[in-house]
């Protein structure tokens, strides 16, 4: 049934302002351009400065897909060489981000050509955000609903963050995924409708597991409808085309050799097996559709724990989830430390501004869906309570690891735009203006309106450095705080270019952006499945000069870099007063390192043979 709260017998007024506030594809253009345009001033930085470290390395591994490397090769092989495990990332978004620099590069130089993917890529996704967006309130909350679900997309600065110029990284496209299944999911019940649902599932699962329990949702929503409405079409065409869709994504971006092989963040055999084993069990069951609501619902529990076991024979580790398989030693000299995966009050501890603002949207949000709760149409649509529940998991994972209140924010949003279409359909029903509702609604939910306002109003001592930061700067595993964009810019790193290549050992958010500047290797970057290089460059940088000197010479190291502004170095510096990082900081060079680089704020040290040292040292006292 399709939802939609506003009186059909209510006659449109001939506001002015009619035509903007209701759904118009001039005015979401209008937002769309505006965007763009308050964005444009970072043309100059693009390809230079990058959001986070992910961005740096999304652009790498374009760089080598161009190049040559195959489609199925997601091995970094510069990353914490000799590379035994691929990326976990997708080249189905590698893929349009190269197609725009290879267009580019027919007209403008090839480091135009980047800026100019890094700049559209992320705005184009822009748009399918927004269409999803305003539908998704339009059809809950009627047509006054659209304005606010644009403006409040463009202005909740969690949310654009991922969108704006340079940002090349997955998570805007899994943002426009789970809306656009969210869209599905509001159609009427249907065969349609559930090859949807099942084809937006698949390809989200092979882009990333981030969005996976809304993946979850969708197939709680198909097995749903079976079992109270004892309607098996939807269900039969929803496990069908899960279980075909999710094999034909395995052998789209998969090489032979990997289809048996479990994984737990990314699409492999456990996840192929649980969408096989779940999709082909319920479209079978559907198919002969049992008499009786309690067997039916016997029978899905049967199914999904045949699938939960299915899922766990590839790799049982990923019953953990999927950071199931990361050692308890990378944990805790890395990953707990990396801001996006922190809860939420460690967050707000930090950026006490930043971290009401990125809570307010979910509380709003909560507030809206038990308003809309009461309207009995809506109350009635399980797709609305996919909504909800999709709003509430997200704020309390978000809660836990601040990144996920992204999601939050986005479902929050549509919702409280519904209840604002909601609200001025009633009013205009009552004979009021529409508009002036529209207009009052949407400016006191803005985002951007509470954090003008907490800016000004918060205690001088909660206006730290980062304030102006939204929890979505540190989307990437190991984003870089602000204070450190000298460390990660691209230019400041010419002179390490230079030298020739070799592996150069540096603290963890740095590996990145040296791949991305220079020619060299490294021995870690901030990404879960390099955890032999993790464990190593921890020991290099953290240990005093022998244990660190010990490590650099079993993994051949040429190079050792820091960046002397880097918060990182500093705290370790403060932790570690007697590590290798620490002496370099404060220029108490060993004997076995020579400066070869130390203008600006990156310094680079090339390793001495042991051998040599010992040479020189005889010969000295020879004299």
Known sequence: MRIRTEPMSAAPRADALTWILKPNPVVLAAIWLFVVAHFAGRWVTLGDAFNDTDDAMRLVEVRDFLAGQGWFDLHQYRLDPPADRPMHWSRFVDLPIALIIRLADLFVSIDTAEKVALHLWPTLVLIPVLVAARRIACRIGGDWSALPALYLTATCAPVIGQFVPGR?????????????????????????????????????????????????????????????????????????????????????????????????????????????????????????????????????????????????????????????????????????????????HVFFSAHRVDGLVALMMPILGSAAAFRLAREPEVRAAPAFWFLVAALLLTTAIGLAQIRTMIYADMFALVLVAAVIGLLAGRSEAAGRSATVVVLAGTVLASSSLATFALGRIAPASWKTDDAVHSAASTAGEGAAAPADADCTKLSNWSAVARLPPGLVAAEINLGPTILAATAHSVVTAPYHRMQRGILDADRMMRSEPDAALAAIDARGVDLVAICTVSRAAAVDRASHPDSLIARLMDGRIPARLEEVVGDGPIRAFRIRPATAIAEMRGSLTFR
């Open 168 to 344: 090349i990284d997955h998570h805007n496209v899994q943002i426009a995924l789970t809306l656009w299944l969210i869209v599905a999911a509001l159609e009427p019940a249907s065969r349609r409708r559930g090859v949807a649902l099942a084809m937006i599932s698949a390809v989200m699962m092979a882009v990333g597991m981030e969005t996976l329990p809304f993946v979850g949702f969708a197939a709680a929503l198909v097995a749903h409808r079976w079992i109270t409405a004892d309607d098996g079409d939807e269900a039969v065409a929803y496990g069908l085309a899960l279980a075909g869709a999710t094999l034909a994504m395995m052998v789209a971006t998969l090489p032979p050799a990997e289809w048996l092989r479990g994984a737990c963040d990314a699409l492999s055999a456990n996840y192929v097996a649980l969408a096989v084993v779940g999709g082909l069990g319920l479209a079978a069951g559907a198919r002969v559709s049992p008499d009786g609501r309690g067997v039916r619902i016997a029978y899905v529990a049967a199914i999904g724990a045949a699938a939960l076991f299915a899922f766990a024979l590839p790799q049982p580790m990923c019953l953990r989830g999927p950071f199931g398989e990361i050692l308890p030693e990378v944990r805790t000299v890395w990953l707990d430390e990396v801001t996006e995966v922190k809860p939420w």
